[in-house]
Each structure stands twice: as structure tokens, then as C-alpha cells.
T-cell receptor
Framework: GAVVSQHPSWVICKSGTSVKIECRSLDFQATTMFWYRQFPKQSLMLMATSNEGSKATYEQGVEKDKFLINHASLTLSTLTVTSAHPEDSSFYICSATGITYEQYFGPGTRLTVT | GEDVEQSLFLSVREGDSSVINCTYTDSSSTYLYWYKQEPGAGLQLLTY?????DMKQDQRLTVLLNKKDKHLSLRIADTQTGDSAIYFC???????????FGKGNQVVVIP
């Protein structure tokens, strides 16, 4: 149990376009979902926390207009990188929590902006 | 604030024990975690320990917590090639499910 999926697993997009990444909890209801960003050989940096049905809370330094997060249902959160640039290339990982505080992580999405 | 430090690289021979260390600064940390990340994949929770515990053992994994020194370690007994990965420690505070991660420690197991 407690499986989190992400789609796509890998995406390449052109500079200036937008790309949407989905995070789904497959067998539990996720009241809270988290979005992380990970650069090569570095740790995970929390970008934002989203609770179902409410606006996401962004960490300091993360542009909310650039990284749009929607958590419209208890099993789905989306992260849209708008007007992507090469510096947005990274590994994006989501996690989800249900009735306990334990976070279950998705497999990650590698974004490459050309 | 939360600040978690880890050393970077460890190589170990198959069958030996490996020890990964982590220090943290937030004394309000309630839960401390060890995660494993294999190349190109997400994080897998290995084990966690409550801050009122000193030690926790789970099969080949032993977690030691020195709350006075804010030091956390993970010992992997009989290290296998499948243990090659990056290991992250993380902490969270009571009533707060936000995690603060260390920089990670890459473990390479030599056959």
C-alpha cells in the first residue's frame, strides 16, 4: 500500500513552454502533498506544500507564479512549470501524506528544458 | 531553523558493515528518518526513530540517536550490492509534517 505515482517520468520541453507534472496517490487519500526539487548530487529542496482544496504554501524563494500547484482532489496534485527555462531543468519529486505524518514519495520526474 | 548535515561519500566492501552519520540543529525535532534513493528514483523510507528513543533496530538496519549531540547514525549490517544508493537523513518537528533533508551520503558497495 501507500503508493505514489508521478507522470511523466521524464519530459523534455522547449524554453518558453509550460509543462505539467502529475502526482497521484494510488491507494490512499492524500490530505497533504509536497513538491520537492532536486539538483544533481544534491539534496531535496521543498518547494511547496499543498492541502486538498486550498492554496499551496510556497517556501521562501519559490516563485508561485512560475510553479503553479493545484491539489483539486484527495488523490491528485499537479505542478505546472510555466514559461520554462533551462535553469528549471531538474528532478521534481512529490510526496503525499494521509492520516499519518509519514510521507510517501513518488518516483520523480526529470525535466529537461532545451 | 532546521539544518541537517551529512558526510558525502562512503565505499564499503560487500559483507562489511557501513555507518552513515548525520547531525541536525533543530532541538524540537520529533521524528528522524533515513531514506534511500537509488539512481533516477524517488525516496524510499528505510526507518525512523522518535526523539525519545536512543536506538532502533530493524533487520540489518540499526539507528542510533544521540539527542544531546544531535547526532543520528545508520548502521547497515552485512552490506549488499543492492544497498548502493544515496542515503538521506531527515527530521520533522512535532505537529509538523514538513521534512528537512540532509545533503545525502552516497554509499558504494564493492563486490
Amino acid at each position: 500500500g501507500a503508493v505514489v505515482s508521478q507522470h511523466p517520468s521524464w519530459v523534455i520541453c522547449k524554453s518558453g513552454t509550460s509543462v505539467k507534472i502529475e502526482c497521484r496517490s494510488l491507494d490512499f487519500q492524500a490530505t497533504t502533498m509536497f513538491w520537492y526539487r532536486q539538483f544533481p548530487k544534491q539534496s531535496l529542496m521543498l518547494m511547496a506544500t499543498s492541502n486538498e482544496g486550498s492554496k499551496a504554501t510556497y517556501e521562501q524563494g519559490v516563485e508561485k507564479d512560475k510553479f503553479l500547484i493545484n491539489h483539486a482532489s484527495l488523490t491528485l496534485s499537479t505542478l505546472t512549470v510555466t514559461s520554462a527555462h533551462p535553469e528549471d531543468s531538474s528532478f521534481y519529486i512529490c510526496s503525499a501524506t494521509g492520516i499519518t505524518y509519514e510521507q510517501y514519495f513518488g518516483p520523480g520526474t526529470r525535466l529537461t528544458v532545451t | 531553523g532546521e539544518d541537517v548535515e551529512q558526510s558525502l561519500f562512503l565505499s564499503v566492501r560487500e559483507g562489511d558493515s557501513s555507518v552513515i552519520n548525520c547531525t541536525y540543529t533543530d532541538s524540537s525535532s520529533t521524528y528522524l528518518y533515513w531514506y534511500k534513493q537509488e539512481p533516477g528514483a524517488g525516496l524510499q523510507l528505510l526507518t525512523y526513530i522518535f526523539s525519545n528513543m536512543d536506538m532502533k533496530q530493524d533487520q540489518r538496519l540499526t539507528v542510533l540517536l544521540n539527542k544531546k549531540d544531535k547526532h543520528l547514525s545508520l548502521r547497515i549490517a552485512d552490506t549488499q550490492t543492492g544497498d548502493s544508493a544515496i542515503y538521506f537523513c531527515a527530521e520533522s518537528a512535532r505537529g509538523n509534517n514538513r521534512l528537512a533533508f540532509g545533503k545525502g551520503n552516497q554509499v558504494v558497495v564493492i563486490p
